[in-house]
C-alpha cells in the first residue's frame, strides 16, 4: 500500500502560492482553521509548508507590524521550505507512519514535483484503527 491509497487530492486542499502576502496567509490558515498550509508556485510545484509559527515569528522579528504593513511581505520570503518535506506518490506506508509521528500532513508529490494532495496522520490513524476493529 502506498501514498496513493491514503491520498486527499489537491482539489480538496486548501493551499497558497509562494508570491501570496502574508496576510493573505494569515487569513487562509484563519479562514479553514489549519495550523499549516502547503506553498506551491504558480506552476503547481510544491515549495514548502507555511506554519502559524512561521507568521508569529516573522511579526515578532519586523515588530509587531500591522497587517496593513505586511502587504509588501510575501510567502516565499519567510518560508522555511525544509521544514515539511513532500513525499512520492510510490511512497510506503511504513515511510509515511514515520514521518507522520512529526507532520500533521506529508505533502504528496509526483515525479516531477507537482504538487498533488496530502496524506493527513488522521486518514492513516482512521484507517489502523478500522482494521484493528475488524479483528
Not at 482539489?11 to 509562494?18: G, H, N
Not at 514548502?48 to 510567502?75: F, K, R
Request: with cysteine; proline share 4%.
Amino acid at each position: 500500500m502506498n501514498a496513493a491509497f491514503f491520498l486527499i487530492p489537491k482539489s480538496q486542499v486548501a493551499t497558497l502560492e509562494d508570491d501570496d502576502t502574508f496576510r493573505q496567509g494569515l487569513e487562509k490558515m484563519r479562514y479553514h482553521g489549519y495550523t499549516a498550509i502547503p506553498v506551491l508556485t504558480k506552476q503547481g510545484k510544491y515549495v514548502g509548508t507555511l506554519s502559524e509559527g512561521d507568521l508569529l515569528w516573522n511579526l515578532v522579528d519586523i515588530g509587531g507590524a500591522s497587517l496593513e504593513e505586511c502587504e509588501d511581505l510575501h510567502i516565499a520570503d519567510i518560508l522555511r521550505p525544509d521544514r515539511n518535506p513532500p513525499v512520492k506518490i510510490t511512497a510506503k506506508a511504513e515511510e509515511l507512519l514515520e514521518q507522520l509521528m512529526t507532520h500533521n500532513f506529508l505533502p504528496v508529490t509526483d515525479d516531477e514535483g507537482a504538487f498533488i494532495g496530502i496524506v493527513t496522520r488522521h486518514r492513516m490513524l482512521e484507517y489502523y484503527k478500522n482494521i484493528k476493529q475488524k479483528k
